[in-house]
């Protein structure tokens, strides 16, 4: 139990492009999902807090035109790159909340910036 | 600033020994603790979680939470090769939509 997905789990795009990355909740609802970029070598660091129906909770210097997160159900979240730059490539992780506080981390989607 | 704080390593143990990782944090608040271990190029897995004073075990691993020095840890007995891999912490906040504060991360390695 408790899985999550995502995808794509790696995407190269041109600079200027746009491009949205779904996490999926697959055996649980999540109320809550989180988004985390990660650069090598470094920790993970919190971009937003999404809650389904409402809008993401974002994280201080985290741009939310540049981010934009749509937690449309229980089971899905996405979150669009937009006007992606070099600087934004970097390994993205979701995450969903599961019913004692835990978080259930997706695979991750490696973004590749050209 | 609510903080997790852990040592970066790398701790080295041999095969077979009991590995011990030790996490620290500031927020009084926080009421649920994590470990997760991050293999190079993944995302993180959930492997431990305590919510209350005393120690869990969970196979070979044992977490250890101690509220009062605002202390958590987590041993790793019969440590395996498999084992290495970075280790996150996390500390729960109640109030704030689950919302966790991780450590950076110590880096574990186990010699055969």
């Known amino acids: 139990g408790a899985v999550v997905s995502q995808h794509p789990s790696w995407v190269i795009c041109k600079s200027g492009t746009s491009v949205k990355i779904e996490c999926r909740s697959l055996?649980?609802?999540?109320?809550?999902m989180f988004w985390y970029r990660q650069f090598p070598k470094q920790s993970l660091m919190l971009m937003a807090t999404s809650n389904e129906g409402s809008k993401a909770t974002y994280e201080q210097g985290v741009e939310k035109d540049k981010f934009l997160i749509n937690h449309a159900s229980l089971t899905l979240s996405t979150l669009t790159v937009t006007s992606a730059h070099p600087e934004d490539s970097s390994f993205y992780i979701c995450?969903?909340?599961?019913?004692?506080?835990?978080?259930?981390f997706g695979p991750g989607t490696r973004l590749t910036v050209t | 600033q609510k903080e997790v704080e852990q040592n970066s390593g790398p701790l080295s143990v041999p095969e077979g020994a009991i590995a011990s990782l030790n996490c620290t944090y500031s927020d009084r608040g926080s009421q649920s603790f994590f470990w997760y271990r991050q293999y190079s190029g993944k995302s993180p897995e959930l492997i431990m979680s305590?919510?209350?004073?005393g120690d869990k075990e969970d196979g070979r691993f044992t977490a250890q939470l101690n509220k009062a020095s605002q202390y958590v840890s987590l041993l790793i007995r019969d440590s395996q090769p498999s084992d290495s891999a970075t280790y996150l912490c996390?500390?729960?906040?109640?109030?704030?939509?689950?919302?966790?504060?991780f450590g950076s991360g110590t880096k574990l390695n186990v010699k055969p």
């Open positions: 995450s969903a909340g599961g019913s004692l506080y835990e978080q259930y």
């Open positions: 055996d649980f609802q999540a109320t809550t």
């Open positions: 305590i919510y209350s004073n």
């Open positions: 996390a500390a729960g906040s109640l109030y704030n939509f689950n919302k966790f504060y």
